[in-house]
């Protein structure tokens, strides 16, 4: 099988792995023939060039800015990303055959690139939906419904929908909120496509959690807490100014942040004037050792604001699984993240911004070390079992199996 695959979020191999190169050489390793395209951002790249990448042709296509940008900036570039890759894709891809069209959304004005891609090649695609755009803005206050802004973007979700083939989505909440906005969308077009990733040994020997520990300012006693990931609007992080604020005093609980976004500036410096002694903020680290820091912590933090109406999934739960933390989410009521942690015994869930609830479990997870093992090891075995790419792999299989 030959299959296109398009995306925005796509890192370069000596930057490490996603949920998207991990994806694409799995179905390579199990002999399929993967092309990518990447809308990569032009302030990584200086023109449109062809690589390979662990065996895998990587066409990184030129385009404007997607992350880490203001509003302006991020709308320009997904009104004009489409037309950029469609070019790429003409100049290097012209005279290929592809048995499947393989995306990502958002951005969903991909919708264009994508219809003019099935029609080329005749072929079918298969959306992995990850956000459900533009409601994700009007829920956390960027714009509102009567906004020029959203009525343009919806009309572009919309055709997103019709013109793929099927949708994978992350929850069983993903879908019923789609068929719910959507009617016109016929059910059997939906299906569970979760995140997953290619599955390691996440073991890590007390020398080495120690000397990563020193390396960070960390002792090997400590109940460390961390966040790891976007610092956005969506993530809604003034309850975690909160929460820092609430154990100020606690020597042995540390915090440790690390990650970049348009929050990170303002949130890092409110934590400086506040001269937290437990709290340690990185923009970034190595790779290799956010990896074998976040293997040596005690506990996995996730933020949602609260105010979401649309079910939302966050990335960063699949890295606290995969090193067998216990999760603290502060999440909204609508998505059904929740549930999960609930189901699977793997962390404790509040909404955004309940103080009270949040001590009270976060308190139960810092003093009881049996628990937060437990609670890590049940995380661990939902990883193994629900996202192995392997998973995705057969399920991208079985759909054009079934499509022919």
Sequence with gaps: MKILFVCSDYPKPEKGSNIYTDLAEALNNNNHVVKVVVAEEKKKIKKTTLFEENGIPVLRVKTGNLYEVGFIEKTITFLTVSHSLK?????????????????????????????????KYKAPSYLMMKDIFPQNGVDIGLYSKASPVYWYF?????????????????????????ME?????????????????????????????????????????DVVAIFGGNFGKPQG??????ILDEYKYAKKLKFVLIGRGTEKNRIFSEIKE????????????PRKDYENLTRTCDIGLIFLDKRFTIPNYPSKT?????????????????????KMLEETNSGFWVENGDIKAYKN??????????????????????????CNVVNSVKIIENYIEGSK
């Design 87 to 119: 070019k790429g894709i003409n100049e290097f891809f012209a005279h290929e055959n592809f048995d499947l069209i393989l995306f990502q959304s958002p951005p969903v004005t991909f919708h264009r690139v994508i219809k003019w891609a099935m029609n």
């Design 361 to 386: 479990c976060f308190d139960k997870l810092v003093g009881n070390k049996k628990l937060r093992s437990e609670m890590g090891k049940n995380g661990r075995k939902y990883f193994e079992k629900e």
């Design 274 to 285: 506040k001269g937290y002694k437990n709290v340690y903020t990185y923009d970034f680290i």
């Design 154 to 178: 919806r009309n572009q979700e919309k055709k997103l929908y019709k013109t793929s083939s099927k949708i994978g989505c992350m929850s069983p909440r993903n879908i019923s909120y789609l």
């Design 181 to 221: 906005h959507n009617p016109y969308i016929n059910k059997d077009k939906f299906e569970i496509f979760r995140n997953t990733v290619k599955i390691e040994d996440n073991k890590i020997s007390n020398e080495e959690k120690e000397n990563i520990r020193k390396k960070y300012g960390l002792e090997k006693d």
């Design 318 to 338: 699949l890295s606290y699984l995969e090193c067998s933390l216990p999760i603290m989410a502060a999440i909204d009521k609508n998505t059904d993240y929740g």
């Design 237 to 242: 992080l003034d309850f975690l100014l909160d």
